[in-house]
């Protein structure tokens, strides 16, 4: 690319489209896009609605799906680049080897820039957008990216209206932006990783990132899966989950250091919430045996201490020992509903 080359706008990201269509912000801008540049773009939009279609394209890929010459394909994504259609990131293989991947950059996590006044010159890079002699007869001096004033009918490319809100820079969409760029680079697909953006709390989703390497080291996970499984199924307890990773991480030590001749004693230990509601109920018996049930069944033990807090304190800590004893799940609580049986303008006096 030379230096006196017009190049033309440059956005922040486009709509990423639900059909098989080109996102509009790409059909504006063709009268600045080169052949290999559009071809790129094109290239990523058919890999994106292909059944199984969410994974990133290689550059070998991209070769493949145009017919271009590996100098013309690093062309043509490095104008996309930097125009803001495509992104770039690195990616663990199989191998443990690192890789470069690239996909269409959407436009609803990124900003909205207003246009900048002044004239156009050789080397002014996206800092206003040309005008394009749009379909209605006035002129339009609409911007590219702003979906709030552009002449084109976004309601027909089925564009929700997540994208209008989220294309503002706000401190929420930029905590989405990092968790966005985070769960990528571990290899989570890019409308996988904006449905968890979408629909679950960004606190639980930034302690599952912190999570996940302590998944990966104790064998807990062997792949991205366990991360999107542990955000989206609200059974799982964050807490329960970090201490049962911490204490296979312990034990896989604990072996390394016995096979090498360097015995580690290991103490059997709680985690810090099932300690406290020991201590709530009156617990001050041995936490040896109490390791061993929560080791051997997790949910039956926060079960039995959530049951446990609800009885009288004198009772409440022989009761959730007889209880994990039995190898039971504690009794369901009993709402008391006068109003079952007998209905009618007595129903609160007669008991039954």
């Known amino acids: 690319m030379s230096e006196n080359d017009d190049f033309g706008p440059i956005l922040d990201g486009i709509s990423i489209p639900d059909t098989v269509v080109l996102p509009p912000e790409v059909v504006m801008l063709l009268p600045w896009l080169s052949l290999a540049e559009l071809k790129v773009v094109i290239a990523a939009v058919a890999r994106l609605m292909q059944v199984g279609g969410a994974e990133p394209i290689t550059l070998s890929e991209f070769q493949e799906l145009t017919g271009l010459s590996r100098p013309a394909v690093l062309d043509g994504i490095e104008r996309a680049m930097k125009r803001g259609l495509l992104m770039r990131f690195e ?28 004239s156009i010159g050789k080397d002014f890079i996206g800092k206003k957008f040309l005008p394009i002699t749009p379909i209605k007869a006035k002129q339009s001096k609409d911007v590219v990216n702003d979906l709030d004033l552009t002449t084109t009918n976004f309601a027909l490319l089925n564009l929700s209206e997540r994208e209008k809100i989220f294309s503002k820079k706000t401190p929420e969409n930029e905590a989405k ?21 979408d629909h679950f709390p960004l606190e639980r989703i930034e302690k599952c990132l912190g ?138 006096f007669i008991e039954h």
């Not at 199989?94 to 609803?108: S, W």
């Not at 049951?307 to 039971?328: D, K, M, V």
Request: proline share 6%; net charge positive; glycine share 10%.
């Open 177 to 197: 932006n990092g968790l966005f760029a985070r769960l990528r680079k571990i290899g989570i697909y890019a409308k996988t990783a904006r449905f968890l953006l």
């Open 91 to 118: 990616m663990t293989g199989y191998r443990g080897h690192t890789m470069h991947v690239y996909e269409l950059k959407p436009r609803a996590i990124g900003g909205n820039f207003p246009p900048i006044g002044g």
């Open 211 to 348: 999570l996940y390497p302590l998944a990966v080291k104790a064998g807990r996970a062997d792949g991205p899966g366990w991360l999107v499984k542990a955000v989206s199924d609200a059974t799982w307890d964050l807490d329960i989950e970090q201490a049962d990773l911490q204490e296979r991480v312990e034990a896989q030590t604990a072996e390394q250091g016995k096979s090498n001749g360097r015995r580690k004693p290991t103490k059997p230990q709680l985690p810090k919430s099932m300690a406290e509601g020991l201590q709530e109920i009156g617990w001050n018996g041995n936490p040896a045996e109490l390791a061993e049930y929560y080791r051997a069944d997790r949910k039956a033990f926060k079960a039995w201490l959530e049951w446990a807090l609800t009885q009288p304190r004198e009772y409440a800590a022989a009761r959730f020992l007889t209880g994990l004893r039995s190898g039971l799940l504690p009794p369901k609580k009993q709402t008391d509903d006068r109003r079952r049986y007998v209905e009618g303008e007595y129903a609160d």
